[in-house]
């Protein structure tokens, strides 16, 4: 089945740097990547999401990379502010009917004002 | 995209008791999905809830466990059976809005001691 990884686990940037998250998925017939951001005490908000027919896509101060061919995509956040403070999980779906969605870790972002 | 409520947010539960968490869409929705996120960690997919059908759990999660109700296709209910400690987690609800990926109620915090 899927496995999806997801690093690091915990990053730590000061205010206005950038951060990337990279994940990695098995499942080559996986063909949706949406990325979650989970503050505390809420639940996860889909934030950005990319589909296997695109390699990049950007939503103000976040963008999401897919490369199929190495099976991996990464999450950029420019310009950080504090209130991108929180846990970040990428994910892999594989649409069959439904979506069938494997979650990573998660990474723990700190960003120091 | 749908709102989900979710009762209720937090609790503490005597090991042996089980907890019911409630789940309210305020459209309707053919499936609900119901998720654990131990912590610190990710989402675990716990059981798939169809109106009319029953509940589609995956490897490792039983119905007598954590039974789940579907009455109609704005709400559902989990159950948490003869709570142990290991079953202190955050248990959310969502659902699937393709193309939106999935949309998670703020998660039920619950302590069994």
């Known amino acids: 089945g899927e496995n999806v990884e997801q690093h690091p686990s915990t990053l730590s940037v000061q205010e206005g740097d950038s951060a990337v998250i990279k994940c990695t998925y098995s499942d080559s017939a996986s063909n949706y990547f949406p990325w979650y951001k989970q503050e505390l005490g809420k639940g996860p908000q889909l934030i950005i999401d990319i589909r296997s027919n695109v390699g990049e896509k950007k939503d103000q101060r976040i963008a999401v990379t897919l490369n199929k061919t190495a099976k991996h995509f990464s999450l950029h956040i420019t310009e950080t502010q504090p209130e991108d403070s929180a846990v970040y999980f990428c994910a892999a779906s594989i649409n069959t009917g439904g979506f069938k969605t494997i979650f990573g870790a998660g990474t723990r972002l700190f960003v120091k004002a | 995209s749908a709102v989900i409520s979710q009762k209720p947010s937090r609790d503490i539960c005597q090991r042996g008791t089980s907890l019911t968490i409630q789940c309210q869409v305020d459209s309707q929705v053919t499936m609900m999905f119901w998720y654990r996120q131990q912590p610190g960690q990710s989402l675990t997919l716990i059981a798939t809830?169809?109106?009319?059908?029953?509940?589609?759990?995956e490897s490792g999660f039983v119905i007598d466990k954590f039974p789940i109700s579907r009455p109609n296709l704005t709400f559902s209910t989990l159950t948490v059976s003869n709570m142990s400690p290991e079953d202190s987690s955050i248990y959310l609800c969502s659902v699937e809005e393709t193309p939106y990926g999935y949309t998670f109620g703020s998660g039920t915090r619950l302590t069994v001691v």
């Open positions: 809830a169809n109106q009319g059908s029953e509940a589609t759990y």
